[in-house]
């Protein structure tokens, strides 16, 4: 009897050069089977750019994928998904930006977004299980936005609390609660 092999997880970056101590970076060194997307930083908006880059990616790996996103990764995943032909057992999707607001300064704003393609922002249900963990004082999203997000692509909300948008600036380098809720996603995709 054949058993099935243990899925990749993918993960998608936001709008971030690579970083050290960033929860995803030391997520994928911890991880047996990882694959972090490259990096494209806030110069590149071209929204289209970055999905051919995850399309790449994730055709590139053999078996089940998990995805996870933070941030702008997010929204360059819920675009991908609604064309992608690829087989994805779940996504993890953190700490969402809320795209149709002003975003602090340093932050791409709407113009330059429409521009790129990234908005409007997908509000279709998306083709695979997915788990939106929400910081209730994250600077780019409103906890009650981004639970709107999470219901319109199907997605269980997670209420991380005042986590700031988990990163580096708010505190975080490891976060060992992506763990419990790969297992989680894991446990919804079966």
Request: net charge negative.
């Given at each position: 009897?054949?058993?099935?092999?243990?899925?990749?997880?993918?993960?998608?970056?936001?709008?971030?050069?690579?970083?050290?101590?960033?929860?995803?970076?030391?997520?994928?060194?911890?991880?047996?089977?990882?694959?972090?997307?490259?990096?494209?930083?806030?110069?590149?908006?071209?929204?289209?750019?970055?999905?051919?880059?995850?399309?790449?990616?994730?055709?590139?790996?053999?078996?089940?994928?998990?995805?996870?996103?933070?941030?702008?990764?997010?929204?360059v995943v819920v675009?991908?998904?609604?064309?992608?032909?690829c087989a994805v057992?779940?996504?993890?999707?953190?700490?969402?930006?809320?795209?149709?607001?002003?975003?602090?300064?340093?932050?791409?704003?709407?113009?330059?977004?429409?521009?790129?393609?990234?908005?409007?922002?997908?509000?279709?249900?998306?083709?695979?299980?997915?788990?939106?963990?929400?910081?209730?004082?994250?600077?780019?999203?409103?906890?009650?936005?981004?639970?709107?997000?999470?219901?319109?692509?199907?997605?269980?909300?997670?209420?991380?609390?005042p986590v700031g948008?988990?990163?580096?600036?708010?505190?975080?380098?490891?976060?060992?609660?992506?763990?419990?809720?790969?297992?989680?996603?894991?446990?919804?995709?079966?």
């Amino acid at each position: 009897m054949a058993t099935s092999s243990p899925a990749t997880v993918l993960l998608v970056p936001g709008l971030r050069d690579h970083v050290e101590d960033h929860w995803q970076t030391l997520l994928a060194a911890r991880l047996p089977r990882a694959f972090m997307v490259p990096p494209m930083g806030r110069d590149d908006l071209d929204l289209e750019a970055r999905m051919t880059v995850v399309e790449h990616a994730a055709r590139s790996i053999e078996g089940p994928i998990v995805i996870v996103a933070h941030s702008a990764g997010v929204m360059v995943v819920v675009h991908w998904a609604l064309r992608t032909l690829c087989a994805v057992q779940g996504a993890l999707l953190v700490t969402p930006p809320d795209f149709e607001k002003p975003l602090p300064a340093g932050y791409p704003q709407a113009t330059a977004l429409r521009e790129h393609g990234w908005l409007p922002v997908p509000r279709q249900p998306l083709p695979f299980p997915g788990i939106v963990a929400a910081s209730r004082n994250d600077p780019l999203a409103a906890f009650s936005r981004v639970g709107e997000l999470a219901r319109d692509w199907g997605a269980a909300l997670v209420d991380l609390g005042p986590v700031g948008h988990l990163n580096p600036a708010s505190g975080f380098g490891p976060w060992h609660a992506a763990d419990e809720l790969l297992a989680r996603l894991g446990a919804r995709a079966s």
